[in-house]
């Protein structure tokens, strides 16, 4: 064959024929083929599952990374993830149907009380223990855990309060959390709260920071509590603190955010108190004051020297009844999560109520009634009706919450 010089090596004739048939076809098939569109580059808010949410946001419960760019998201686009308090498989749907319902974000929650009762009241419940606190409470996290994806949205799993005699739950749901760890790569909860707020400051930061070490190593996330927030929730009563406990102090909440950061791979948010009182009051008698929420933000910023207007994750406690330019205010100065549970407690009874108000003739007996002596009443005393009447204006109800925390069509 002929030989065509190169500096490389030689090549033949043939082959170099071989290679310009090929490039031509190449070139042939690339101008008949449709043009690719450019990839599209994942943001932090382009979503796989949801428009305006990360990837790592997923329908179901969040764990890790997930948790922190869903609260990221929450501050950047400025609202913050409705938090329920939930004592039965009944009120947990009821959370799950609405968080749909509206396109939000939910958090559920169980407080010590709430899980005793889910666990069932008769259940042995030694104060050394609080076994049946632990079980009510690990129970309502997989009960949750299997229906949560069904409704479409992402879950946040928490467990509320957790005083210092109350530890025993506390370290009972983190052995929980553990042992799914091994066995998933995840904890079984999303977040815990540890409240310690009736304690000294310093003995609150080093224990707190102590639970913070242990939570970091299975990637869940810790809420904590400074200073107090007043009225009467679950067995807790605070209707009688100094006034003064009531308002978290920016050097405070700098000396918690301090400690805790100092954790490798911890993620924590802290329920500053500005205010805030459990229950439902007559308006004037709680005074809210959400500025020292952004006073400390720019305190902390300052001490970080950090970019980063609002370095701090703040949650509202004690938010039912609250007038609504407070909870904006608030939100505006960084606060990501707020509690929801007075008024759902009271929409589930006022459907209750109206249900037995329009159907009285039909529950006084299991027969007989205005259409007959020995017509039955069950369609009328089945549970499966008047709870479910309660349900649906809770649902209703925790719309209008959702909607004053700006969370309503965030999914879409």
């Avoid at 406990?245 to 329920?271: C, G, H, R």
Wanted: glycine content about 8%; some cysteine.
């Amino acid at each position: 064959h002929n030989m065509i010089s190169s500096p490389f090596s030689p090549v033949t004739l043939s082959d170099t024929m071989m290679r310009l048939c090929l490039a031509l076809a190449l070139v042939a098939a690339s101008s008949a083929a449709p043009v690719l569109s450019t990839p599209v580059l994942r943001m932090r808010g382009g979503g796989k599952y949801f428009p305006k949410l990360p990837d790592s946001v997923k329908p179901g419960v969040l764990t890790g990374q997930a948790v922190k760019d869903l609260l990221a998201a929450a501050k950047e686009q400025g609202y913050a993830i409705p938090a329920v308090n939930c004592v039965t498989s009944s009120s947990i749907n009821t959370v799950l149907e609405a968080a749909k319902k509206f396109n939000s974000p939910v958090m559920i929650q169980f407080s010590n009380g709430g899980s005793q009762f889910y666990a069932g009241k008769s259940l042995p419940n030694d104060k050394d223990k609080l076994q049946a606190c632990v079980l009510g409470a690990v129970s309502g996290a997989h009960h949750t855990r299997m229906v949560a994806e069904s409704y479409g949205v992402p879950v946040l799993l928490h467990s509320d309060h957790c005083a210092k005699k109350l530890l025993p739950w506390f370290d009972g749901m983190i052995e929980a959390d553990e042992a799914y760890f091994k066995q998933h790569g995840e904890p079984l909860f999303s977040s815990h709260m540890i409240d310690l707020s009736e304690e000294p400051l310093a003995e609150n930061i080093e224990i707190t920071a102590k639970y913070m070490e242990r939570l970091a190593k299975i990637n869940c996330l810790l809420e904590m509590e400074l200073g107090i927030t007043g009225g009467e929730e679950d067995g807790v009563n605070n209707e009688h603190v100094d006034n003064a406990s009531m308002y978290s102090q920016p050097d405070e909440i700098w000396q918690v955010y301090k400690a805790l950061a100092a954790v490798p791979n911890s993620m924590f948010t802290i329920a500053a108190a500005f205010g805030n009182v459990h229950g439902v009051y007559k308006a004037g008698n709680v005074v809210l004051r959400p500025e020292i929420l952004g006073s400390a933000q720019t305190y902390i910023q300052e001490q970080l020297k950090s970019k980063d207007a609002q370095p701090v994750d703040f949650v509202f406690h004690g938010g039912s009844g609250s007038d609504k330019d407070k909870i904006e205010a608030a939100i505006k100065c960084g606060v990501i999560k707020m509690n929801i549970d007075t008024d759902i407690q009271w929409a589930t009874w006022d459907g209750v109520r109206a249900f037995e108000a329009k159907n009285h003739d039909y529950l006084q007996g299991q027969i007989g009634n205005p259409d007959g002596a020995d017509k039955p009443n069950k369609k009328f005393y089945d549970p499966r009706n008047w709870l479910r009447a309660g349900e649906e204006t809770a649902v209703t109800r925790l719309g209008e919450a959702f909607a004053d925390l700006h969370s309503v069509g965030t999914l879409l």
